[in-house]
């Protein structure tokens, strides 16, 4: 089997394995009734499982770089977590604590870093290293102003959600930076 060949294959996968994300939820409602999604909580997810996966398909197919490639799915898939979580659970207090709003603004840095940077592997290691930064100033702004602090995990969830996320974007600012290196994408 060719090399082309195989990574169709894998991300034909890919594709199915996220369609197939959207089965959990509908099972979930068959089973329990604390998993109450609507027709519109399905589009959501629909929508951000398709936006995540272009965005994995425009890295992958922009540059032959390994360590830009996974540091573009490593940034995405984040971003996609990051999402998911604050709407489903929430990261300061819970899902309606209106200071998680601030998390659409660590993504809206990443948004603009990215079209600033032209995807270029060096522009995107600033921007996620930025997105690290801003992750972690919300958290230390939600612990100053005890936002959330009547949340049963206070302040231990935010703590360890900010530490996964902010682990994250380091990581993907390593490898953007490691690809820089490699002159395959400036």
Do not use: C, K
């Amino acid at each position: 089997m060719s090399q082309s060949s195989m990574n169709m294959n894998v991300r034909w996968l890919a594709w199915a394995g996220a369609g197939s994300l959207l089965l959990v939820p509908a099972l979930g409602m068959q089973f329990s009734d604390e998993v109450a999604w609507s027709r519109n909580d399905f589009l959501i997810f629909a929508g951000m499982l398709l936006g995540t996966g272009l965005g994995v398909e425009l890295f992958l197919r922009r540059s032959s770089n390994r360590a830009y490639r996974l540091a573009g799915v490593i940034t995405l898939v984040t971003a996609f977590l990051l999402v998911w979580v604050n709407g489903a659970v929430g990261i300061i207090g819970s899902e309606q604590h209106p200071a998680n709003l601030l998390y659409f603004g660590v993504l809206g840095v990443g948004v603009v870093g990215a079209f600033a940077s032209r995807l270029r592997a060096s522009g995107l290691a600033w921007t996620t290293l930025l997105l690290a930064i801003f992750q972690t100033l919300v958290a230390v702004l939600a612990f100053v102003a005890a936002w959330g602090s009547a949340a049963p995990g206070w302040p231990w969830d935010t703590l360890v959600m900010t530490l996964i996320f902010t682990v994250l974007w380091l990581g993907a600012a390593w490898l953007f930076q490691r690809a820089a290196r490699g002159n395959m994408i400036q």
